[in-house]
């Protein structure tokens, strides 16, 4: 009985310090990007380009996804206001079912952003694919990275692991809806593996290839 006291006792302290470590890891991903996040355009820097993170146009029963809308939009207000001269958009294309990248594409040429400045980036599998494929595959140095504000935390913390100069553009949030809640649960942990992919697992995208040229206007 009291080996099984004590068994109980060291798995709660473990899970403790577990949950403590994890929130402590948050909170420094949050205060060492937060400072590299605008969230108005007069006040952004002009870059070469932006990148911009993939997510699903439609969440269950064909209902829109407005963490996919409001990107999209951050994004076309980038290109008018002249802040970018090319977008690069990376997203998940696993499947042909399923084609993140060409989609937004698609959305970002019917808001006025002409094709031959949007480079497609189909490996974006992963948030750490689409940070260092932009260096690696698409010669983005000193760029902006676009999504909402808990997203970009993480990106611009891997970005910069990776010893690239970056900054962030926040989409609008949805802040408060059950969504919202749900992607910050998830990001939780996600944070955990990023810092474990960066500092501990040395975890490479899952397909670099060859170079890809990126048009400027």
Do not use: C
Request: charge should be positive.
């Amino acid at each position: 009985m009291y080996f099984l006291f004590q068994l109980i006792k060291w798995v709660f302290i473990l899970i403790f310090i577990g949950l403590l470590s994890g929130f402590l890891l948050d909170r420094y991903i949050s205060y060492t990007s937060d400072r590299s996040i605008y969230t108005e355009i007069k006040e952004l820097p002009q870059k070469k380009a932006a990148l911009l993170l993939g997510t699903a146009k439609y969440v269950a029963k064909g209902k829109k996804n407005y963490f996919y809308v409001y990107r999209i939009r951050a994004a076309v207000a980038l290109w008018k206001a002249g802040k970018v001269k090319a977008i690069v958009v990376s997203g998940d294309n696993e499947t042909k079912y399923y084609n993140e990248t060409a989609r937004m594409q698609k959305d970002l040429i019917k808001a006025g952003v002409p094709k031959k400045y949007i480079a497609l980036d189909y490996a974006g599998f992963r948030t750490l694919d689409s940070v260092v494929r932009a260096e690696a595959v698409f010669d983005l140095e000193d760029y902006i990275i676009v999504s909402q504000k808990f997203h970009l935390e993480r990106a611009l913390f891997i970005a910069k692991a990776k010893g690239q100069k970056v900054i962030g553009f926040a989409a609008k949030d949805i802040a408060g809806t059950k969504a919202a809640n749900k992607m910050i649960a998830r990001e939780f942990l996600a944070r955990v593996k990023a810092f474990l992919d960066v500092y501990i697992l040395g975890t490479e995208p899952k397909f670099y290839g060859k170079k890809e040229k990126v048009n400027y206007r």
